[in-house]
Nanobody, 129 residues
Framework: QLQLEESGGGLVQPGGALRLSCVDR????????IGWFRQFPGKEREGVAC????????YYSASVKGRFTISRDNANHTVYLQMNNVKPEDAAVYYC??????????????????????WGKGTRIIVSS
Protein backbone atom coordinates (compact mmCIF):
# COMPACT_ATOMS: atom_id res chain seq x y z
CA GLN A 1 0.00 0.00 0.00
CA LEU A 2 1.07 3.55 -0.65
CA GLN A 3 1.66 6.08 2.08
CA LEU A 4 1.31 9.57 0.62
CA GLU A 5 2.45 12.71 2.39
CA GLU A 6 2.00 16.24 1.06
CA SER A 7 4.09 19.30 1.86
CA GLY A 8 4.60 22.80 0.58
CA GLY A 9 1.33 24.41 1.52
CA GLY A 10 1.05 27.75 3.20
CA LEU A 11 0.45 31.41 2.48
CA VAL A 12 0.89 32.80 -1.01
CA GLN A 13 0.07 36.20 -2.42
CA PRO A 14 -2.30 36.58 -5.36
CA GLY A 15 -0.26 36.24 -8.51
CA GLY A 16 2.46 34.37 -6.67
CA ALA A 17 3.76 30.83 -7.05
CA LEU A 18 3.95 27.77 -4.85
CA ARG A 19 5.10 24.21 -5.33
CA LEU A 20 3.44 21.32 -3.58
CA SER A 21 5.19 18.00 -3.10
CA CYS A 22 3.83 14.56 -2.37
CA VAL A 23 6.13 11.71 -1.45
CA ASP A 24 5.26 8.05 -1.18
CA ARG A 25 6.94 6.73 1.94
CA UNK A 26 6.62 3.16 0.70
CA UNK A 27 8.48 3.95 -2.58
CA UNK A 28 5.88 2.33 -4.83
CA UNK A 29 4.52 5.34 -6.71
CA UNK A 30 5.97 4.76 -10.17
CA UNK A 31 3.27 2.26 -11.21
CA UNK A 32 0.36 4.49 -10.22
CA UNK A 33 -1.66 7.17 -11.91
CA ILE A 34 -1.27 10.23 -9.72
CA GLY A 35 -3.32 13.33 -9.15
CA TRP A 36 -3.82 16.51 -7.19
CA PHE A 37 -7.24 17.35 -5.86
CA ARG A 38 -8.54 20.24 -3.82
CA GLN A 39 -11.42 20.72 -1.46
CA PHE A 40 -13.24 23.90 -0.57
CA PRO A 41 -15.22 24.15 2.68
CA GLY A 42 -18.48 22.29 2.36
CA LYS A 43 -17.66 20.98 -1.09
CA GLU A 44 -16.56 17.65 -2.49
CA ARG A 45 -12.97 17.16 -3.58
CA GLU A 46 -12.34 18.10 -7.19
CA GLY A 47 -9.62 16.98 -9.53
CA VAL A 48 -7.07 19.63 -10.42
CA ALA A 49 -4.32 17.80 -12.28
CA CYS A 50 -3.62 14.16 -13.01
CA UNK A 51 -0.80 12.28 -14.73
CA UNK A 52 -0.49 8.76 -16.07
CA UNK A 53 2.16 6.31 -14.93
CA UNK A 54 3.52 5.17 -18.30
CA UNK A 55 3.53 7.98 -20.86
CA UNK A 56 3.12 10.83 -18.35
CA UNK A 57 0.12 12.20 -20.21
CA UNK A 58 -1.73 14.82 -18.21
CA TYR A 59 -5.16 16.23 -17.59
CA TYR A 60 -5.93 19.60 -16.04
CA SER A 61 -9.19 21.08 -14.90
CA ALA A 62 -10.26 24.17 -16.82
CA SER A 63 -9.81 26.37 -13.77
CA VAL A 64 -6.06 25.69 -13.49
CA LYS A 65 -5.00 24.85 -17.04
CA GLY A 66 -2.13 27.05 -18.10
CA ARG A 67 -1.28 27.99 -14.52
CA PHE A 68 -0.60 24.70 -12.72
CA THR A 69 1.79 21.93 -13.77
CA ILE A 70 1.87 18.40 -12.45
CA SER A 71 5.08 16.40 -12.63
CA ARG A 72 6.53 13.26 -11.15
CA ASP A 73 10.00 12.12 -10.15
CA ASN A 74 9.75 8.36 -10.04
CA ALA A 75 13.33 7.95 -8.86
CA ASN A 76 12.47 9.88 -5.72
CA HIS A 77 8.86 8.64 -5.46
CA THR A 78 7.58 12.19 -5.50
CA VAL A 79 4.81 14.10 -7.26
CA TYR A 80 4.78 17.87 -7.64
CA LEU A 81 2.22 20.52 -8.37
CA GLN A 82 3.72 23.79 -9.52
CA MET A 83 1.17 26.54 -8.98
CA ASN A 84 1.79 29.80 -10.84
CA ASN A 85 -0.29 32.96 -10.98
CA VAL A 86 -2.21 31.79 -7.95
CA LYS A 87 -5.67 33.31 -7.53
CA PRO A 88 -7.74 33.85 -4.38
CA GLU A 89 -10.15 31.16 -5.59
CA ASP A 90 -7.31 28.62 -5.46
CA ALA A 91 -7.35 28.71 -1.67
CA ALA A 92 -8.27 25.22 -0.49
CA VAL A 93 -6.89 22.06 1.03
CA TYR A 94 -4.90 20.19 -1.59
CA TYR A 95 -4.58 16.43 -1.60
CA CYS A 96 -2.44 14.11 -3.63
CA UNK A 97 -3.93 10.82 -4.72
CA UNK A 98 -2.91 7.67 -6.52
CA UNK A 99 -4.58 4.72 -8.11
CA UNK A 100 -3.25 1.78 -10.03
CA UNK A 101 -6.37 0.81 -11.98
CA UNK A 102 -7.31 4.08 -13.63
CA UNK A 103 -6.79 3.95 -17.39
CA UNK A 104 -6.27 7.63 -18.25
CA UNK A 105 -5.61 10.74 -16.15
CA UNK A 106 -8.93 12.34 -17.08
CA UNK A 107 -10.75 9.36 -15.63
CA UNK A 108 -9.04 9.96 -12.32
CA UNK A 109 -9.47 13.72 -12.19
CA UNK A 110 -13.03 13.84 -13.48
CA UNK A 111 -14.33 10.57 -12.06
CA UNK A 112 -15.78 9.69 -8.66
CA UNK A 113 -13.31 10.53 -5.91
CA UNK A 114 -14.60 7.63 -3.84
CA UNK A 115 -13.10 5.25 -6.41
CA UNK A 116 -9.56 6.49 -5.81
CA UNK A 117 -7.51 4.12 -3.72
CA UNK A 118 -4.91 6.25 -1.98
CA TRP A 119 -4.92 9.74 -0.50
CA GLY A 120 -2.59 11.94 1.44
CA LYS A 121 -3.81 13.93 4.43
CA GLY A 122 -3.79 17.24 2.62
CA THR A 123 -1.99 20.56 2.78
CA ARG A 124 -3.71 23.94 3.04
CA ILE A 125 -3.16 26.83 0.65
CA ILE A 126 -4.06 30.32 1.80
CA VAL A 127 -4.10 33.09 -0.77
CA SER A 128 -3.84 36.54 0.70
CA SER A 129 -1.96 39.78 0.27
Amino acid sequence: QLQLEESGGGLVQPGGALRLSCVDRRSLLEDYVIGWFRQFPGKEREGVACMSAIDKSTYYSASVKGRFTISRDNANHTVYLQMNNVKPEDAAVYYCAADRWVVVPQAMCAGPVDDIAYWGKGTRIIVSS
